[in-house]
């Protein structure tokens, strides 16, 4: 009953969106002539009709055996759309205030708005903001679609960082980290080879990976795992787990079989040579110096993710080493607990955000909606003498593309 009278309400939604949408598309198509204005709403209903319908009675179409790119494509087009219409909307709400206050003869708006034209020569400021609107909303939806081409177009950064503390064999280790992997996002397994290729390029010391290998299931992994396998560190690979892994987000017939597939992740993680940190630390040594690696399972400081680490349990015995690497999913865990209580560990990486696949980033600035929800959500942070590494992840969730924010695979030397 709440899902369906979720859903209603989104349809609602929805609905009332495109009715907004589809006066600023009269308004700006008044002057076309009868036949051209009945394809324009022809086509705009077509469109939102069709929408509604895959909402509605979409499981009756058994989407589930549609193929996978298929389903992944047409559902992020169509909540393309729906973003896109969602900023003209807001565009059209301005407009309608200004109006409004016009209407009500605010002194105010009377400061600034001499009439409802800017001249006698130029369109009026309503049919102005209607393509404005309808402007902005196409341009976010083209670039969406655009994005669809960047899913597989890895970026590799290399960060030097350096400690005072770090033992003086290791000056030089070279890290590569990766993220969020989400094997059950992938339709092209060239283009994920290419991105393997790359990372075996870098010839890295060691191999560090912080969680969701997986979408929701092991099973995600069986196309993917020999080419993953092919990954190969001298002082090898460790990995640890993240919300995704533990297929909290899929309906499962049973707490057993649930639990089955942790199992079978956990076996995919030591089919494949990776060492899986689940709590614990490890020591890894280089020519008689030593440091502590520690990882462990999923931790986030946000309500809606679950918190199955136990950085406490994994950080006993830990306390000797000079100096400390923690893998922990979720960038949150760094001000919620590491900084707060745990001031030794020197060097944190972490992933999860995937810098939400949407942004801006050029030199000396960054942007992505996501800042609004994670403080700490691409590239690196410091507070003293520690510090937090946020990859942007190696696959995609949702939406199958990248506008602005790519797919990351991150070389780190410690200095």
Known sequence: MRRLLGSGIL????????WYVFQAVKLVSQQASTRIRFIIYGLYWAVT?????????????????WPKSLRTYLFATLIGLFIGKFIAATVFLVDDLRRVLHWSGGKLYYQ????????????SRSTFMSWLGLGLGSTLFGTLLLGFGNKYRYQLKKISMAFDD????????????????????????????????????TNPDIILFTGDLVNDRADEMEEYQELFSKLKAPMGIYSTLGNHDYGD?????????????LEKLKKVHADMGWRLLMNEHVVIEKDGHELALIGIENWSAKANFPRYGKLGEAYKGAEKYPFKILMSHDPSHWDAEVKKDYRDIHLMLSGHTHGMQFGLE?????????????????????DGIQKLYVNRGFGFLGYPGRVGILPE???IELT
């Not at 349809?11 to 495109?18: F, P």
């Not at 003086?168 to 290729?197: W, Y």
């Not at 899929?250 to 649930?258: I, L, V």
């Open 166 to 201: 770090l033992p003086a064999n290791f000056k030089g280790l070279k890290i590569l980290h990766i993220s969020d992997i989400h094997s059950g996002s992938f339709n092209d397994k060239k283009s994920v080879e290419v991105g393997i290729e790359k990372i075996l390029e």
């Open 11 to 18: 349809i609602l939604v929805m609905l009332l969106i495109d």
């Open 249 to 261: 987000y899929y309906r499962w017939p049973s707490p057993e079989a649930k639990r089955a597939n």
């Open 409 to 411: 695979i991150t070389l």
């Open 112 to 123: 600034f708005v001499q009439n409802e034209n800017f001249s006698s020569s130029t369109i």
């Open 362 to 382: 050029i030199p000396g600035f960054k942007w992505s909606p996501v800042q609004y929800v994670y403080k700490q959500w691409a590239g690196l942070y410091e």
């Open 49 to 65: 009709v069709s929408a509604v319908v895959f909402f509605l009675f979409g499981s009756t179409f058994n989407i589930d055996n």
